[in-house]
């Protein structure tokens, strides 16, 4: 998820990036935020856990730590952006990894944020170069037709354009979407893929990307 935040240029590859601000919805072990804020240390980062105990074990076993530019929140996500929408914050980056019980026909995100209601809600408080990240898990025949798949359908109805992110060793999608058109962009999964190759490359992250490539979802 860290090297899509970077695909549509929401964050620059040479910049600091000091204004630059990214929302995460769903804590984990904190592997996105603090890897992230590893690589972009001035970039204000806030994290949002709805789990006491998720907040509580990330922080004694898996290492975030908090500091003037990284926020952890314990609060429920929706909540949060409904409340950043009537304060009139803005995001950069919006990153969507919220999980569920594993028994779940999708496993990430929960349902709340697979809804139009919520999807317009953060495209409202992104920049306008902005760009949302959603790690998307479940069975993997949901993306046999995504053309056609239901699942998409609300991102559709909110976002101009959505790519996807695949990888060779998952079974998970990273959905990216945008704010604005990309349909005057020609050749735009080729340009899309050798921007992905060039993010790998400078962020070292050819260890766990190889193989990664990107594919249109639609674009309006």
Same mark, same amino acid.
């Given at each position: 998820?860290?090297?899509?935040?970077?695909?549509?240029?929401?964050?620059?590859?040479?910049?600091?990036?000091?204004?630059?601000?990214?929302?995460?919805?769903?804590?984990?072990?904190?592997?996105?935020?603090?890897?992230?804020?590893?690589?972009?240390?001035?970039?204000?980062?806030?994290?949002?856990?709805?789990? /006491? !105990?998720? =907040?509580?074990?990330?922080?004694?076993?898996?290492?975030?730590?908090?500091? *003037? @530019?990284?926020?952890? #929140? $314990?609060?429920?996500?929706?909540?949060?952006?409904?409340?950043?929408?009537?304060?009139?914050?803005?995001?950069?980056?919006?990153?969507?990894?919220?999980?569920?019980?594993?028994? /779940? !026909?999708? =496993?990430?995100?929960?349902?709340?944020?697979?809804?139009?209601?919520?999807? *317009? @809600?953060?495209?409202? #408080? $992104?920049?306008?170069?902005?760009?949302?990240?959603?790690?998307?898990?479940?069975?993997?025949?949901?993306?046999?037709?995504?053309?056609?798949?239901?699942?998409?359908?609300?991102?559709?109805?909110?976002?101009?354009?959505?790519?996807?992110?695949?990888?060779?060793?998952?079974?998970?999608?990273?959905?990216?979407?945008?704010?604005?058109?990309?349909?005057?962009?020609?050749?735009?999964?080729?340009?899309?893929?050798?921007?992905?190759?060039?993010?790998?490359?400078?962020?070292?992250?050819?260890?766990?990307?190889?193989?990664?490539?990107?594919?249109?979802?639609?674009?309006?």
């Amino acid at each position: 998820m860290v090297a899509a935040t970077f695909l549509m240029y929401s964050l620059s590859l040479h910049a600091m990036d000091k204004e630059k601000q990214v929302l995460e919805i769903g804590l984990g072990g904190g592997s996105f935020d603090m890897g992230l804020h590893l690589l972009k240390p001035y970039v204000n980062i806030t994290a949002i856990e709805n789990e /006491s !105990t998720v =907040v509580k074990t990330a922080f004694k076993w898996f290492g975030v730590v908090d500091s *003037e @530019t990284h926020h952890t #929140v $314990l609060e429920d996500g929706v909540n949060f952006l409904e409340n950043a929408l009537l304060k009139g914050k803005k995001y950069d980056v919006v990153a969507i990894d919220a999980c569920g019980p594993q028994s /779940s !026909t999708i =496993v990430c995100p929960v349902e709340a944020f697979l809804t139009s209601t919520v999807l *317009e @809600t953060i495209r409202n #408080v $992104l920049t306008d170069t902005g760009s949302l990240v959603l790690n998307l898990v479940g069975d993997p025949t949901m993306l046999d037709k995504p053309g056609k798949n239901e699942i998409f359908e609300p991102f559709e109805s909110v976002f101009p354009a959505c790519v996807l992110m695949h990888f060779t060793d998952l079974e998970n999608v990273v959905v990216i979407c945008v704010p604005f058109s990309l349909s005057h962009i020609h050749d735009l999964e080729q340009r899309l893929n050798a921007r992905l190759s060039l993010v790998i490359s400078r962020l070292n992250l050819g260890y766990v990307l190889d193989g990664s490539y990107i594919t249109r979802l639609y674009e309006k």
